[in-house]
C-alpha cells in the first residue's frame, strides 16, 4: 500500500488526519453485546476416556441456547438457529437477579427439570410448544456451560480454562440460572456415574480450547451413554393406526439427505397442534431420494426436527426401533449429520484408581461436589 494510502487508512482508525492532527470526530465504541452468535457444535466420541487435559461435565438434554445478559439486566435467549427463544422461556429471562450485571453471552442449555432435578426432554417439548403457557406447570431452567463474550468483548480466544473461571463469577447461587459442576481429568469415573442415574451423556472439552462458534470441535466432544438421534423431519405420512401420523426421519449424509426411519407422531395434545402448524407452514418439501412410504405423505421443508431414542443402526446406517421423545424447532436441521463417533483423542489414558464421582443434579445438592474437583 503506498505510503500516502496507508497513512489515510491510518486516519480512519484512529480519529487523526493524515499529519497526525487530532480529527473533530469520536469513533464509536463496539456494542456491548453481539447481536447474535452461533454456538460451537461437539463431534461425537465413541467412549468415555480420562485425561489430566480435558475438563468432563454432564452433558444436559434441552434446548442449546445462548443466554445475552445486558449491563441493565434484561435478558434474552437466542436458539442454536438464531431464533428468539425468550417469549417461549419467559420463566429465564426474569432471573435476571441471578446473573452478575455485566454484559455476557453464556453457553448452556435451557433445561424442563423433573421434581428430582433430572432434564425432562419430552416435557421440553411440550414447553416448546406451548411456551409462557405452561411455564407454571413445567419450568425451566438455564443450565450454563461457558461464557463467549463478557463486559464489551469476545471470550472465544481464551482457554477454556479461563473461560470457566469467568463464568464462576458471573451467576449467583439461583435455581433457574445454574452453572453445573465438572470434574478435571476423570471421565470414566463420571460416565460409571452418570450412568448409574439413567444420564443421557457426557460432555468432553479440552482444557486449553479457544471457543470455535458455528463449527463442529474437535476439541468438544459429545459422548452418548443413551442411544439418541436428532433427525430432521422430512415428512408426515397419514395412516389408520396413527391418529398423528408417522413422522419420516431423515439425516444429512455427505451432502445427500437420506431416510433414517419412522416414528409414530407425539402423543401428547399441545405438541401434536403444534406440529399440525408446522406442518401446515412447511408442507412443499422434497423427500429424500430412498424414503419408503405406504400412504399420503406431506413433504416438508426443513424446519421442524425429532429426538428420538433408538436400539442401534443396522448395516446400511437406518435406526433400529426409533421412539420419539420430542418434535422440536429449536435444533439448526443443517446438523442433522449421520456421523460415525470418532475415537477418543490420542491423549487419552487411564488415570487409575477413581473414587466414585456423584456430581449433583441441578437443584440437588445431596452428592456436592466442589468445582474443578476430580
Same mark, same amino acid.
Given at each position: 500500500?503506498?505510503?500516502?494510502?496507508?497513512?489515510?487508512?491510518?486516519?480512519?482508525?484512529?480519529?487523526?488526519?493524515?499529519?497526525?492532527?487530532?480529527?473533530?470526530?469520536?469513533?464509536?465504541?463496539?456494542?456491548?453485546?453481539?447481536?447474535?452468535?452461533?454456538?460451537?457444535?461437539?463431534?461425537?466420541?465413541?467412549?468415555?476416556?480420562?485425561?489430566?487435559?480435558?475438563?468432563?461435565?454432564?452433558?444436559?438434554?434441552?434446548?442449546?441456547?445462548?443466554?445475552?445478559?445486558?449491563?441493565?439486566?434484561?435478558?434474552?435467549?437466542?436458539?442454536?438457529?438464531?431464533?428468539?427463544?425468550?417469549?417461549?422461556?419467559?420463566?429465564?429471562?426474569?432471573?435476571?437477579?441471578?446473573?452478575?450485571?455485566?454484559?455476557?453471552?453464556?453457553?448452556?442449555?435451557?433445561?424442563?427439570?423433573?421434581?428430582?432435578?433430572?432434564?425432562?426432554?419430552?416435557?421440553?417439548?411440550?414447553?416448546?410448544?406451548?411456551?409462557?403457557?405452561?411455564?407454571?406447570?413445567?419450568?425451566?431452567?438455564?443450565?450454563?456451560?461457558?461464557?463467549?463474550?463478557?463486559?464489551?468483548?469476545?471470550?472465544?480466544?481464551?482457554?477454556?480454562?479461563?473461560?470457566?473461571?469467568?463464568?464462576?463469577?458471573?451467576?449467583?447461587?439461583?435455581?433457574?440460572?445454574?452453572?453445573?459442576?465438572?470434574?478435571?481429568?476423570?471421565?470414566?469415573?463420571?460416565?460409571?456415574?452418570?450412568? !448409574?442415574?439413567?444420564?443421557? #451423556?457426557?460432555?468432553? $472439552? +479440552?482444557?486449553? *480450547?479457544?471457543? =470455535?462458534?458455528? &463449527? /463442529?470441535?474437535?476439541?468438544?466432544?459429545?459422548?452418548?451413554?443413551?442411544?439418541?438421534?436428532?433427525?430432521?423431519?422430512?415428512?408426515?405420512?397419514?395412516?389408520?393406526?396413527?391418529?398423528?401420523?408417522?413422522?419420516?426421519?431423515?439425516?444429512?449424509?455427505?451432502?445427500?439427505?437420506?431416510? !433414517?426411519?419412522?416414528?409414530? #407422531?407425539?402423543?401428547? $395434545? +399441545?405438541?401434536? *397442534?403444534?406440529? =399440525?402448524?408446522? &406442518? /401446515?407452514?412447511?408442507?412443499?418439501?422434497?423427500?429424500?431420494?430412498?424414503?419408503?412410504?405406504?400412504?399420503?405423505?406431506?413433504?416438508?421443508?426443513?424446519?421442524?426436527?425429532?429426538?428420538?431414542?433408538?436400539?442401534?443402526?443396522?448395516?446400511?446406517?437406518?435406526?433400529?426401533?426409533?421412539?420419539?421423545?420430542?418434535?422440536?424447532?429449536?435444533?439448526?436441521?443443517?446438523?442433522?449429520?449421520?456421523?460415525?463417533?470418532?475415537?477418543?483423542?490420542?491423549?487419552?489414558?487411564?488415570?487409575?484408581?477413581?473414587?466414585?464421582?456423584?456430581?449433583?443434579?441441578?437443584?440437588?445438592?445431596?452428592?456436592?461436589?466442589?468445582?474443578?474437583?476430580?
Amino acid at each position: 500500500m503506498p505510503a500516502r494510502a496507508a497513512s489515510a487508512e491510518g486516519a480512519r482508525r484512529t480519529g487523526r488526519d493524515a499529519a497526525g492532527d487530532a480529527l473533530p470526530l469520536q469513533l464509536p465504541s463496539p456494542p456491548p453485546l453481539p447481536g447474535r452468535m452461533l454456538p460451537e457444535e461437539a463431534t461425537p466420541c465413541a467412549e468415555a476416556f480420562d485425561s489430566p487435559d480435558w475438563r468432563f461435565s454432564i452433558e444436559w438434554e434441552g434446548a442449546r441456547a445462548l443466554l445475552f445478559a445486558a449491563e441493565d439486566g434484561s435478558l434474552r435467549l437466542q436458539a442454536g438457529t438464531g431464533a428468539d427463544l425468550t417469549p417461549r422461556f419467559p420463566d429465564v429471562a426474569a432471573a435476571r437477579d441471578q446473573v452478575l450485571r455485566c454484559p455476557a453471552v453464556l453457553d448452556g442449555v435451557v433445561a424442563v427439570l423433573d421434581p428430582s432435578g433430572k432434564p425432562d426432554l419430552a416435557a421440553l417439548g411440550v414447553r416448546l410448544a406451548a411456551g409462557a403457557a405452561e411455564a407454571a406447570a413445567l419450568p425451566a431452567a438455564f443450565l450454563a456451560s461457558d461464557v463467549l463474550h463478557l463486559g464489551g468483548s469476545s471470550t472465544a480466544r481464551w482457554p477454556l480454562s479461563r473461560r470457566l473461571d469467568a463464568l464462576a463469577g458471573l451467576v449467583g447461587g439461583g435455581s433457574i440460572v445454574q452453572v453445573p459442576d465438572h470434574v478435571e481429568g476423570r471421565g470414566l469415573a463420571l460416565a460409571e456415574a452418570a450412568t !448409574a442415574r439413567g444420564l443421557g #451423556g457426557l460432555l468432553a $472439552r +479440552r482444557s486449553s *480450547a479457544q471457543y =470455535r462458534p458455528g &463449527v /463442529a470441535s474437535p476439541d468438544r466432544l459429545s459422548i452418548a451413554l443413551l442411544p439418541r438421534a436428532t433427525c430432521l423431519v422430512a415428512g408426515v405420512e397419514v395412516t389408520r393406526h396413527s391418529p398423528a401420523g408417522r413422522l419420516l426421519l431423515a439425516e444429512h449424509v455427505d451432502g445427500r439427505l437420506l431416510y !433414517a426411519g419412522r416414528v409414530d #407422531g407425539p402423543r401428547d $395434545r +399441545r405438541a401434536d *397442534a403444534w406440529l =399440525r402448524g408446522r &406442518v /401446515a407452514a412447511l408442507r412443499g418439501g422434497a423427500p429424500p431420494a430412498d424414503a419408503p412410504h405406504h400412504g399420503p405423505v406431506t413433504w416438508l421443508r426443513a424446519g421442524v426436527c425429532a429426538t428420538v431414542g433408538h436400539a442401534g443402526r443396522d448395516a446400511g446406517g437406518m435406526l433400529v426401533d426409533p421412539q420419539l421423545i420430542v418434535v422440536r424447532d429449536d435444533v439448526d436441521p443443517a446438523w442433522c449429520v449421520r456421523r460415525a463417533p470418532a475415537p477418543p483423542p490420542q491423549d487419552a489414558r487411564s488415570l487409575g484408581f477413581a473414587p466414585t464421582v456423584l456430581l449433583p443434579l441441578p437443584l440437588d445438592d445431596a452428592f456436592p461436589l466442589p468445582r474443578g474437583r476430580s
